[in-house]
């Protein structure tokens, strides 16, 4: 099954939405993260989050110690997130760890291996191997869920039958929301 088949409501969310929807196109969010303050748990020290940003899937981010993995995105303002790109590891060389079952949370902050199961996730994804290819489609979201988007923090609770998981590259697709980014604002006066 597809990703966006088990996204519930997924297959609907971009009806309508030919993203350019009040006239802006979608965009790449990666230059809206807030990079001090998105972090990984359970991460191979050599294999970093900060490598799916990257563009090449060689590098990529690994788990440490076995399957699951947390990655958590801030970003610098509020955005509206439309759809997902997953990207296999160095182009499918260890298909055995690639992520299969990923749980989504929207502005949930610090979320921990022990906190997990504390919360509903905003979504549930099965990816498939086909999913995660260079030229697959992005992953569509239920858009009425991701309107207004500080962080997401993304669980990887299994993958395809590997000791550890790894992931070539992520980018998230969407539009900014008009607000006022706090960081720029300046103290008048």
């Not at 994804?125 to 992005?138: I, P, R, V």
Request: proline share 2%; hydrophobic share 35%; with cysteine.
């Amino acid at each position: 099954m597809s990703a966006a088949a088990a996204t519930a409501g997924a297959s609907s969310a971009g009806a309508g939405d030919d993203g350019n929807s009040n006239g802006t196109q979608l965009i790449d969010l990666s230059d809206k993260l807030d990079k001090s303050a998105c972090y990984a748990r359970n991460e191979d020290s050599r294999y970093t989050w900060t490598n799916l940003m990257m563009g090449d899937t060689r590098l990529g981010c690994k788990s440490d110690t076995d399957e699951q993995l947390i990655l958590h995105f801030a970003f610098n303002e509020f955005v509206k997130v439309h759809s997902l790109k997953f990207t296999e590891y160095n182009n499918g060389t260890e298909p055995e760890n690639n992520p299969t079952k990923i749980l989504l949370f929207v502005n949930r902050n610090n979320i921990g291996f022990e906190d997990v199961d504390d919360f509903d996730p905003t979504t549930t994804l099965e990816l498939t191997a086909e999913d995660l290819k260079q030229n697959a489609e992005t992953v569509l979201l239920k858009f009425v869920n991701y309107q207004r988007v500080n962080s997401i923090t993304i669980f990887v609770e299994d993958n395809n039958g590997g000791a550890i998981t790894a992931l070539g590259g992520l980018k998230f697709f969407g539009k900014t929301v008009a607000t006022t980014n706090m960081k720029e604002f300046k103290k008048q006066g």
